[in-house]
């Protein structure tokens, strides 16, 4: 009988993309629409969003949603949290708002990423039921009329990648060049 089979993350990939690969010009991300992104600006991107998430109290071993639709986004968002050593909660965009909820509460997650606007009207109409305390939004969102309560919890990725540092510093770098074989990492 086969045993089953394990994933587990690459003890160097952090290292790896940390150092630039070899070439941080290199390609990363090429959507359908033409948007280009290289590893450095992935890297770069990522580790803005982490320090600002780890400025706000994300720590090690909390849970951090992605309610997104396939996007480059996605990706640089998924990185930060594990650049984190937090855990990523993928959700699925077609859950209603009671199993959205569900998963939130369930899960503990203290922040989620989230696309659009759509699905930021989802997440605050449930967000009593959950323990979200940081809403981070890939589009850039108008907090008017319903929204306009919101925008106290709320950040655009747009923002992050203003306000936070453009290096990793000393506590990020650390973590990510410590990723173990057994870290938990998103599949």
Known sequence: MNAPQKT?????????LFDGLDDPTRL???TIDGQRVSYGE???RAGQMANVLMSRGVKP?????LLSE???????ADMAILLLKAVTVPLYTTLTPEQTAFALADSQCRAIFLSSDQHLHKVISILPHTQIEKIITMDSIEFTGDLASSVQNCV???QITEQGPN?????????????????????
């Open 156 to 158: 655009t990725m747009r």
């Open 61 to 65: 071993g909390d849970r951090v949603a």
């Open 8 to 16: 587990i993350m690459n003890a160097n990939l952090f290292s790896r």
């Open 70 to 76: 396939n996007r480059p986004e996605w990706s640089t």
């Open 42 to 44: 992935v890297i770069s």
């Open 28 to 30: 990363a991300i090429e």
């Open 167 to 187: 290096t990793l510093g000393a506590e990020l770098e650390t973590r990510a060049r410590s990723t173990a074989p057994d870290d938990l990492a998103t599949g």
